[in-house]
């Protein structure tokens, strides 16, 4: 499985960002898909996943109801829509993948839980 992701830049706080992931090599249907970010010298942090399926959706506090991920089967890509972006948003963030149905609930926001990932893309949030 290979992930791509893109959609990153820069953008005004309060302002918003769609990042995409798109993988080959499996349908995303068949993945647990997440989002990370990492500041360059920190630990690379949870932001979003969804496991067995789209509909089973997990979000960091400091996101929450401000991110949605989501899946395009049509692009096989996973998306991550990033609304009301704060200075500390800004990161580089990364898609990760696992076979769906092998995190365990208590692993998904671990990023040792995911086998794939992305290169990562730059967020940047200006004041």
């Known amino acids: 499985v290979q992930l791509q992701a893109s959609g990153g830049g820069l953008v005004r706080a309060g302002g918003s960002l769609r990042l995409s992931c798109a993988a080959s090599?499996?349908?995303?249907?068949?993945?647990?898909m997440g989002w990370f970010r990492q500041i360059p010298g920190n630990e690379r942090e949870f932001v979003a996943a969804?496991?067995?399926?789209?509909?089973?959706?997990y979000y960091a506090d400091s996101v929450k109801g401000r991110f949605t991920i989501s899946s395009d089967n049509a692009k096989n890509t996973v998306n991550l829509q990033m609304n009301s972006l704060m200075l500390e948003d800004t990161a580089i963030y990364y898609c990760?993948?696992?076979?769906?149905?092998?995190?365990?609930?208590?692993?998904?926001?671990?990023?040792?839980?995911?086998?794939?990932w992305g290169q990562g893309t730059l967020v940047t949030v200006s004041s």
């Open positions: 090599g499996r349908t995303v249907s068949n993945l647990d």
């Open positions: 990760a993948a696992a076979t769906r149905g092998r995190i365990i609930l208590s692993a998904v926001t671990s990023p040792s839980a995911y086998t794939y």
């Open positions: 969804f496991r067995r399926g789209p509909s089973n959706t």
